[in-house]
């Protein structure tokens, strides 16, 4: 990496030229995805969907180093509050998708209250507990459509209704772009750089005068109002909710992603929810994988079996991030980036 | 208000349930203490296991015995396996780093026992029926629960005499208190740390193989016995083996007393809200001492 010489160089949105140019590409595929790819809109979607949740996700356990394994939990309760509002109260979709951010927030508070004195398994424990009670209550309560769910008819703006996938795509992917930038900005921030203090060691953080227990529950909130807003955005995309979409292994697979893209950093996010979304959806036809697909076709036994190969190769990409690459996808990129830096040395 | 025979019939209930609760938060605690790791892929560990134990006795046709001693073994190179070639490996032993390693390893093997197995329920029978029952004093109890009982309670003594008067288990105990000093005094960690991992994985085998016979085999059958004996385990605190088991009867007899007199369907919630709301008292769970972390 080069040297920055001033702070406003580490601040600034995109330093040099190379990345306001890989910035300026990211942005005119984002725009023109639904133009090159049209059959796998709702793929691209999805990716976008859950690159929101993975970007909240990494703030929590990348930036302040606190696991969440119940974060489908906040999903669920954004998806939910969106629809109700949307349904029932008709009240046009953005302000519902805020309420639906603003009520998971509050349950991120909720939840921050007993984490702030749990750590490592007993965190695990208590963030896992919460996961598994919002969807078990959410199939319970009735008007919620139990455990059938409820449907969805499109994003009712107010003025328009937009309910075609390009649409609901531009929608999605522009929420997302913004809330990158803004996890970006909030990690570079004093308060990312207080979540990082607490990430690497919460006793030196305190004695440099860092409040712990707001930064925490900061931390706690920031990220379940970015999972409480994919969830609406969720819900609207499938054109329905119930509560079985918001199993405790989903959370896990949002720990995943970050886990595989890299923690600690918002490009990480981006690949790695992009990589596991991929995976997810494409183990029904297996011998799409790239390179290795005929294989693993070959391996398999009858299609119903093939979303077991999905979870195999997730897990082994875990384990080799652990055992081999810390940083995730992430770290392969700066890997490869700083060969080429100092290329031929 | 019940009477004292529905009291007595709803202790041995919880008592049943409890000890594969026990038996989880057992095996996840014996991991704990070695090695700090919370061990997330205790249940599909189990439950791969058992499936051995399944193939081995419809596809070979082989008795029981056989079935049983063939998983537990499988059980216990898996373990250190998973030991030898992935948490001795990590490049950055953190917490966080090994609970991803254990959920990478969950991942893997719940894939692989529904790739490899099919995905589809089947009954897996133990030589105890569910169905036939004996009553001792009043209580009705079926053969399947009175050899959870026994097989449990026979497993935990065993475990207890282990660490308690083996020249192996001393060891362990010394590793586990200060690893550093049992170093000095000539005790390989690496291989404390690889057998506890191998006995924790045939405690968690046989939990699994004692309560498949209740609900069919697939390869989600131990995820609800994991959060719960992961759930006893930090009520009872990690650091302590006796409070981990009576967190599993503790949390079985409220799991049960809640459902008996309020709803079925919330029993886990409220289960699982109990041990925040403890957790937030005793952040260390009920048994085990709470040490203040330093620099």
Redesign the interface.
């Known amino acids: 990496m080069d040297m920055k010489r001033h702070h406003y160089e580490d601040v600034q949105f995109l330093h040099g030229w190379a990345n306001k140019f890989w910035f300026a590409v990211f942005v005119v595929l984002v725009i023109a995805a639904p133009y090159m790819f049209p059959a796998q809109l709702f793929l691209i979607s999805l990716i976008g969907v859950n690159i929101i949740i993975a970007l909240g996700l990494n703030i929590l ?1 990348g930036n302040t ?1 606190q ?1 969440s394994l119940g974060h489908a939990g906040f999903v669920a309760i954004g998806a939910y509050t969106t629809v109700v509002l949307m349904q029932s109260w008709m009240i046009p979709f953005p302000a519902a998708l805020i309420a639906g951010g603003i009520l998971a927030m509050l349950f991120g508070v909720i939840l921050a ?2 984490a702030l ?6 965190l ?3 963030t ?3 996961g ?2 919002i969807k ?2 959410l199939g ?1 309560i009735p008007g919620l459509g139990g455990h059938n769910g409820i449907s969805v008819i499109g994003m009712d703006l107010g003025f328009t209704m937009i309910t075609s996938e390009v649409g609901i795509y531009y929608v999605i992917a522009g929420i997302a772009l913004v809330m990158g930038i803004a996890a970006r900005n909030i990690v570079k921030s004093r308060v990312g750089r207080a979540f990082q203090a607490i990430r690497d ?1 919460d ?2 953080a305190s004695a440099a005068g860092i409040n712990l227990a707001g930064y925490k529950t900061m931390s706690f909130m920031i990220s379940a109002f970015y999972a409480g807003i994919a969830g609406g955005l969720w819900a609207v995309l499938l054109g329905y909710i119930n509560p079985n979409m918001f199993e ?1 292994v989903v959370s ?1 697979e949002y ?2 992603m970050v ?1 595989v893209g890299g ?1 600690g950093f918002v490009a990480g996010s981006v690949m790695g929810a992009a990589a596991v979304t991929y995976l997810r959806v494409n183990s029904d036809n297996l011998n799409s994988v790239p390179v290795i697909g005929w294989l693993l076709d070959l391996m ?2 009858d299609l ?16 080799l ?6 940083l995730g996808l992430y770290g392969i990129w700066l890997r490869i980036k700083i060969y080429w830096r100092t290329w031929p040395f | 208000m019940m009477d004292f025979s529905e009291i007595v019939t709803l202790i041995v209930r919880s008592v049943e349930t409890g000890s594969i609760y026990a038996l989880v938060g057992l095996a996840m605690g014996i991991i ?1 203490k070695a090695s ?1 790791v ?1 061990n ?1 892929a205790q249940g599909e560990m189990a439950t791969f296991s058992t499936f051995i134990a399944f193939m081995v006795l419809t596809v070979h046709g082989a008795p029981f015995y056989v079935a049983f001693v063939v998983s537990l073994l499988f059980a216990y190179i898996l373990g250190i396996a998973f030991e030898f070639l ?1 948490v001795r ?4 032993p953190t ?7 254990t ?14 197995f ?2 589809e329920q089947r009954a897996f029978r133990l030589p105890f029926s569910q169905f036939e029952t004996v009553e001792i004093g009043g209580v009705v109890i079926s053969h399947l629960g009175l050899a959870t009982i026994i097989a449990s309670f026979v497993l935990m003594c065993l475990i207890y005499w282990f660490l308690e008067h083996t020249k192996t288990g001393l060891a362990m105990r010394a590793s586990q208190q200060n690893s550093m000093a049992a170093r000095i005094n000539g005790i390989s960690s690496n291989r404390v740390v690889n057998l506890s991992f191998g006995i924790s994985s045939i405690v968690g085998a046989i939990a699994a193989m004692l309560f498949a016979p209740i609900i069919t085999l697939s ?1 989600d059958l131990m ?1 609800d016995p994991l ?1 719960k004996g ?2 006893a385990a ?1 009520l009872g605190g ?1 650091a302590s083996l006796p409070g981990i088991v009576f967190g599993g009867y503790i949390l079985a007899l409220i799991e049960n007393l809640f459902g008996l007199w309020f709803s079925l ?2 029993k ?2 409220v289960a ?2 109990i ?2 709301l403890v ?2 008292i005793k ?3 009920l048994f085990s001492k709470h040490y203040q ?3």
């Open positions: 356990t180093g696991i209250l007993p004195r749990l750590e490592g398994p007993y695990a424990i208590a896992l507990a919460f598994i009670a078990i209550i319970n060691s006793i030196a405790f896990i720990f995943a886990v923690l398999s036994i119903t079996v093939q979303t077991g190969v999905t979870w195999v190769i997730t897990g082994i990409v875990l384990i991030v652990v055992v081999l690459e810390p | 704990y700090e919370p997330f992935c490996r990590a490049k950055n917490i966080l780093s090994m609970i991803i390693l959920i990478g390893l969950q991942m893997v093997l719940y894939g692989l026992s529904g790739w490899v099919g995905t390869p995820w959060l992961f759930a930090v990690f369907e919330y886990s919630v699982m809200g041990i925040v957790l937030y952040p260390s769970g972390r330093k620099v």
